[in-house]
DNA sequence: GCGATAGTGATCGTATACGATTTCGTACCT
DNA sequence: AGGTACGAAATCGTATACGATCACTATCGC
């Protein structure tokens, strides 16, 4: 043992870990100027390795980057976010539909509670909480997703929000109540072995009707 | 004007490209070892911008990649095909309704007149032909799509596709002429101004009828 | 005073070099 | 003869170094 290795084998590894964890929480806020050189030497490691992970992140979606120019973090640009949310609404109610049969009694008194935990979450509304409840409870959900494409894509679509500045509920406080709401009717769907459409239908339009709650508020 | 530089900036770009319509074309076929070093050498640069190339080929599937092992190029397995057809028909779907509101009746006509080069195709039958013609059809219809994320995925999608060798009607030639008639009715259906479900589920069923079709064939 | 242009600094892109890891072949032991 | 252990070759991973490109600023000409 030379050193804490213990982290994750490659250097590129590290890197693409750390700058994407640093986007997550907000480190580097959207707009931010990743230079190699100075990640690379704040990591202690060379430039390539970062260079690496950053081209990773932009196929992620999670950074722009620009020829001889370098690399920023992603913009909330509103736009964009019309497009992730309508792009997780497809793959997360296909992932979710695709799911549910093989959706055990257990895993939905799981996502029951987890619903109920965001139900009392609303009494001393704290968004950051809030959100990462929801993201268990959709991740509950669609975790069963036999077709691994999917579960990728819609993991890259909630990594893309989660870039976008935690919580989601900051920005449409509104529809926090109806959310929880839409959660209960979901579970008793899957419950009542209702058809793939069905379940598809209903993930998507719960995830739309966040979306226009959002469009509804920036407009006015 | 130095040389021949005009293909595409960046070494790392042109080895991406190379690589990939290697991939495609066949060239490299399905667990093809690619050696950076091999590759460096044979592109005339160095290996670094080849490995950049491998990384951005493995995020989209294209290739596997072993840390400390290497890169081969992904397989045809049966399992991945069909989750490749599954991710498809999904995404397809999604992004040909979303687009239809948005072709025209020029599109249209385009689109007919390839689906009528097809049907004449089906006489002294191409298989590579044919793919590619049906590539240029559903292509026409949804590169109107206005949401670029869900563009990104339909086309990762047809990449992974060729990659799995050239022509699907090769495997399932029975499929063509079903084909060809259901591309007809899609016309038809955006033509009359279908919902945006219908066209969403008339687009997805005829891709899973293909991947139906492979299923049944490869079973009996 | 305003615009264009040349110079400078910073950053990226790629080549080369070396250490680390894996894999395969061979010899030895049981 | 079969299996295991050792060693060498191949390949990957990373560091360092240098050339290329871009943005920014200050100066010159109009």
Redesign the pocket.
């Known amino acids: 043992m030379t050193e804490t290795v213990l982290a994750a084998?490659?250097?590129?590894?590290?890197a693409y870990e750390v700058v994407k964890a640093r986007i997550v929480e907000g480190t580097y806020s959207p707009g931010y100027r990743?230079?190699?050189?100075?990640i690379?030497r704040d990591l202690?490691?060379?430039?390539?390795?970062v260079?690496?992970a950053i081209r990773r992140l932009e196929a992620e979606g999670l950074v722009t980057?620009?020829?001889?120019?370098?690399?920023t973090v992603a913009g909330i640009d509103p736009t964009e976010y019309l497009y992730t949310m309508q792009t997780l609404s497809i793959v997360e109610g296909a992932a979710t539909a695709l799911s549910a049969p093989l959706i055990d009694a257990v895993a939905i008194a799981r996502a029951r509670a987890v619903n109920e935990e965001m139900r009392e979450c609303l009494q001393h509304f704290d968004p950051v909480r809030f959100t990462q409840l929801n993201q268990d409870f959709h991740g509950i959900l669609f975790e069963h997703c036999p077709n691994p494409h999917i579960l990728d894509l819609v993991h890259r679509g909630w990594n893309r929000l989660a870039a976008l500045r935690s919580s989601t509920f900051r920005f449409v406080p509104g529809r926090a109540h109806e959310s929880v709401n839409e959660h209960e009717a979901l579970l008793q769907l899957i419950e009542s072995g209702a058809t793939a459409d069905e379940i598809e239908k209903a993930a998507r339009r719960h995830r739309s009707a966040t979306l226009d709650a959002y469009l509804a508020q920036s407009k006015q």
């Open positions: 084998g490659s250097k590129s590894q590290q990743l230079v190699l050189g100075s690379a202690g490691v060379s430039v390539v390795p260079r690496e980057f620009e020829r001889n120019v370098g690399a």
